[in-house]
């Protein structure tokens, strides 16, 4: 699998963990913890975009992978 160079991060003090970037996620890479925020799995991750997209509080963006130019 090709990884892109970019992934979600998620600022886990703003989130609301209302599961919308759940229900997006191609690749299933998000997952709420423990319904208190939400967390991306970056090795799943292609950043695609659409988490950050429809996030209701903006607090998923996205950042470049280590290595990536």
């Known amino acids: 699998m090709v990884k892109l160079k970019k992934y979600a991060d998620v600022d886990e003090a703003r989130c609301v963990a209302c599961g919308a ?3 997006v996620c ?3 890479a998000i997952s709420v913890i423990h319904g208190c925020f939400a ?3 970056s090795e799943i991750c292609v950043g695609c975009g659409l988490c950050g ?3 209701p509080v903006g607090c998923i963006s996205p950042v470049l992978r280590e290595g990536a130019a």
């Open 21 to 23: 970037c759940t229900n």
């Open 26 to 28: 191609p690749r299933g």
């Open 39 to 41: 967390r991306v799995d």
């Open 53 to 55: 997209k429809t996030c």
